[in-house]
């Protein structure tokens, strides 16, 4: 079955510094999201991508933050001035736009930890 | 901002019993419910979902029903298994064409008991 893959598993960063985190969809799909999901706390959404530009962004996704598809297959999002609270992990999410009843399908994660 | 609420942190369940987890929402927009399991270190794996025009979907041991009035919608796993035992969360969007965010509940701990 498609999966959604995620690079790397694991980022440790110094605060301040710039990071990105990677994410290849599954093929056929549109719509490309980024979650984070702090510890001990819910799921939330940052920003949905579609025909290479933002859809919709949550306040958490703030000046720091930019998304990318530079080809065909990955889907970033960067990071540019990380911060402690930016400590969390990072889902990336994906699905298909063609009928109705289509769930996002996500990755496994990148667990980001700024020093 | 407790748009979808969990209100049941965790829930413990003899094998071959049902299981039943339950969420609630505020937002009379949503259009389109969802159940995802999560296991550790890997992202939520998507279970079952329903669109508000119905009132109950199922797929195999996974049932899903919505009372739209009440604002709730519940889980059912019958028979529960030992594998079953994962962090479940209930989600809501406003479209059920994929392509608007999902709002998360809290989660749900579901540990089976052999």
């Known amino acids: 079955e498609p999966e959604v893959t995620q690079t790397p598993s694991h980022q440790v960063t110094q605060m301040g510094q710039e990071v990105i985190l990677r994410c290849v969809p599954i093929s056929n799909h549109l719509y490309f999201y980024w979650y984070r999901q702090i510890l001990g706390q819910k799921v939330e959404f940052l920003v949905s991508f579609y025909n290479n530009e933002i859809s919709e962004k949550s306040e958490i996704f703030d000046d720091q933050f930019s998304v990318e598809r530079p080809d065909g297959s990955n889907f970033t999002l960067k990071i540019r001035s990380t911060k402690l609270e930016d400590s969390a992990m990072y889902f990336c999410?994906?699905?298909?736009?063609?009928?109705?009843?289509?769930?996002?399908?996500f990755g496994d994660g990148t667990r980001l930890s700024i020093l | 901002d407790q748009q979808v609420k969990q209100n049941s942190p965790s829930l413990s369940v003899q094998e071959g019993r049902i299981s039943i987890l339950n969420c609630d929402y505020t937002?009379?927009?949503?259009?389109?419910f969802l159940w995802y399991k999560k296991y550790p270190a890997e992202g939520p794996t998507f279970l079952i979902s329903?669109?508000?025009?119905?009132d109950k979907n199922e797929d195999g041991r996974f049932t899903v029903f919505l009372n739209k009035s009440a604002k709730h919608l519940s889980l059912h796993i019958v028979p529960s298994q030992p594998g079953d035992s994962a962090v479940y969360f209930c989600?809501?969007?406003?479209?059920?064409?994929?392509?608007?965010?999902?709002?998360f509940g809290t989660g749900t701990r579901l540990t089976i008991i052999p």
């Open positions: 937002n009379s927009m949503f259009d389109y």
């Open positions: 989600a809501a969007s406003g479209s059920n064409f994929g392509n608007e965010k999902l709002t």
């Open positions: 999410a994906s699905s298909s736009h063609t009928i109705s009843n289509q769930p996002q399908h």
């Open positions: 329903i669109s508000s025009i119905k």
